[in-house]
């Protein structure tokens, strides 16, 4: 079954250390793979998605994540976080559910402080 | 353009109660589907539709109704609230077909009692 894994719940950071949060997934195929960002109170914002091509791949907000297909991750990187980015970010893998209907399975968020 | 729109933006019910969630998109989409949000579980998907006057169930659809009678509208309904349907509501649209990217409504906290 398709799943995804966000093995760390809660991270901390400083403002202007660098970030990187993990995403593992399970998926037979060639995966369609999203970062979304949900500050507080907020819906969700599509912050970058991997479907096909270059692995590496750019986002809004000066993010960027990196598909290794043998390590079946999708990780999300920052080089200097401000304390605007502090949100719960979640991991989605795209899958075809019946009907045609294009369904994310995401996982269970991380959520990001930022210490000044 | 207003995007998703969802409304009300926090509700209590009693245990039994009755009530229904509004979502509505301006974008034209095709697609669109409710999600709940628990801590510690993301994002589980209730109930989608393809088109008007199509929706189907998915993974926790027990307890929730949908209808979809225009392309604008996907409204759903708890139709007896228990402790267990306390979450936050998301409803999301998409184009559909080979198009991927969600957008999401700004949510709905609800409290059951």
């Known amino acids: 079954a398709q799943s995804v894994t966000q093995p760390d719940i809660h991270i901390t950071v400083s403002e202007g250390a660098s970030l990187e949060l993990r995403c593992n997934y399970s998926y037979g195929a060639t995966p369609y793979l999203f970062w979304y960002v949900q500050s507080p109170g907020q819906g969700l914002q599509l912050l970058l998605k991997y479907f096909s091509g270059d692995t590496l791949v750019q986002g809004i907000k000066g993010f960027e994540a990196e598909f290794k297909r043998s390590q079946s991750s999708f990780n999300l990187r920052k080089p200097s976080v401000h304390w605007s980015d502090a949100a719960e970010y979640f991991c989605?893998?795209?899958?075809?559910?019946?009907?045609?209907?294009?369904?994310?399975?995401f996982g269970a968020g991380t959520r990001l402080a930022v210490h000044p | 353009n207003a995007g998703v729109t969802q409304t009300p933006k926090f509700q209590v019910l009693k245990t039994g109660q009755s009530m229904t969630l509004q979502c509505a998109q301006d974008?034209?989409?095709?697609?669109m589907s409710w999600y709940r949000q628990d801590p510690g579980m993301g994002l589980r998907l209730i109930h989608y539709s393809v088109g008007a006057g199509i929706t189907d169930q998915g993974e926790v659809p027990n307890g929730y109704n949908v209808s979809r009678s225009t392309t604008e509208d996907f409204p759903l309904r708890l139709l007896s609230a228990a402790p267990s349907q306390t979450s936050v509501y998301f409803c999301?649209?998409?184009?559909?077909?080979?198009?991927?990217?969600?957008?999401f409504g700004p949510g709905t906290r609800l409290t059951v009692t």
């Open positions: 989605a893998v795209g899958v075809m559910f019946s009907g045609g209907y294009n369904k994310l399975i």
């Open positions: 974008m034209n989409h095709e697609y």
């Open positions: 999301a649209s998409t184009h559909g077909g080979r198009s991927w990217e969600q957008y």
